[in-house]
């Protein structure tokens, strides 16, 4: 059976995505958008389509190519006003051929939470810009769907981390910082677990508007990631920062929020077993690369 699928947006979680994909030997083709102007372009050996939307300006070619695909992913960051996808593409999408909608969401909506844990019936309470956005994109999407009987389900997903991005890379690269803050707790996931969350989705039909989170089993502080990764790379001479003294927004928002994001709904409903389950996993995995 050929799979064809659309992602809006395509950056690293689409791209092991799709390496998850050709791991399973499916067979499907797809394409993607991108801020950049139309181009074909290859993915390991696959001829794909990269459509440009900017978020104002988009290819028509869009349109068409909705409206034979089967399974759509949304990475495109929300504004202020929301979903810029559903601003523009909410006819496109109301269509019989597509099986199922992925919104990916991030778990700064659930906001400040003291460092308690949070589930996905968690008060949503965002501090920062993106959370709120995010918050407004997801209730956005949920009407349409159920509006439409569309099949739609919402990861959100815990801080990101990869053989690209992760603590022991910046330790050799030589940032050799780490940020104090008492009992301030927050949840990653490694992006190979990410791909199998949103392939267990896809591929369950039943599965309709629910909302997942998408973490591993560990929260912890950016000291404790730190000096573990610094012990397993023997460094020795880490230096700690306060909080206080923290200056750009973005990673000041960060501290503003500290919780422990509940996974089990992955396990029990999408039978998720976490290839990296902890930080500890993740980072001794990625020591060598």
């Keep these: 059976m050929h799979n064809k699928f659309f992602f809006f947006g395509f950056g690293q979680v689409g791209r092991y995505f799709l390496d998850y994909l050709q791991k399973k030997k ?13 181009k074909y372009k290859n993915f390991k050996g696959k001829k794909y389509m990269s459509l440009k939307f900017n978020g104002n300006k988009y290819d028509k070619r869009i349109s068409k190519i909705l409206s034979s695909v089967k399974y759509v992913l949304i990475s495109v960051p929300p504004n202020h006003r929301g979903d810029l996808v559903l601003k523009y593409f909410a006819n496109d999408l109301n269509n019989k051929s597509i099986k199922k909608i992925i919104y990916l969401s991030a778990t700064n909506v659930y906001g400040n939470h003291n460092g308690k844990w949070v589930n996905e019936k968690s008060k949503c309470k965002p501090t920062s ?6 918050l407004k ?11 439409n009987k569309l099949n739609f389900n919402i990861l959100r997903i815990a801080g990101i981390y990869s053989k690209e991005l992760n603590a022991i890379k910046r330790l050799k690269q030589g940032s050799k910082i780490y940020v ?11 992006v190979e677990d ?6 267990k989705v896809f591929i369950n039909k039943n599965i309709n508007s629910e909302i997942f989170n998408v973490a591993d089993d560990m929260p912890a502080s950016n000291e404790t990631i730190n000096k573990y990764a610094a012990k397993i790379l023997k460094i ?13 927004k973005m990673i000041k928002n960060f501290y503003k929020d500290s919780k422990k994001v509940k996974n089990s709904k992955i396990k ?10 902890t930080y500890k996993k993740g980072l001794l995995n990625l020591r060598n690369n």
């Design 26 to 38: 499916n067979k499907f083709s797809f394409n993607v958008t991108s801020t950049s102007s139309t």
């Design 129 to 134: 810009k993106q959370g709120i956005n995010r």
């Design 137 to 147: 994109a997801e209730s956005q999407w949920s009407r349409f769907c159920k509006k």
């Design 180 to 190: 104090r803050k008492k009992n301030h707790y927050f949840s990653r996931v490694h």
């Design 194 to 199: 990410i791909a199998q969350v949103i392939y």
């Design 236 to 248: 020795r001479n880490l230096k700690e920062i306060d909080v206080k003294r923290l200056r750009g």
């Design 268 to 277: 029990s409903i999408l039978k998720v077993n976490l290839k990296y389950p």
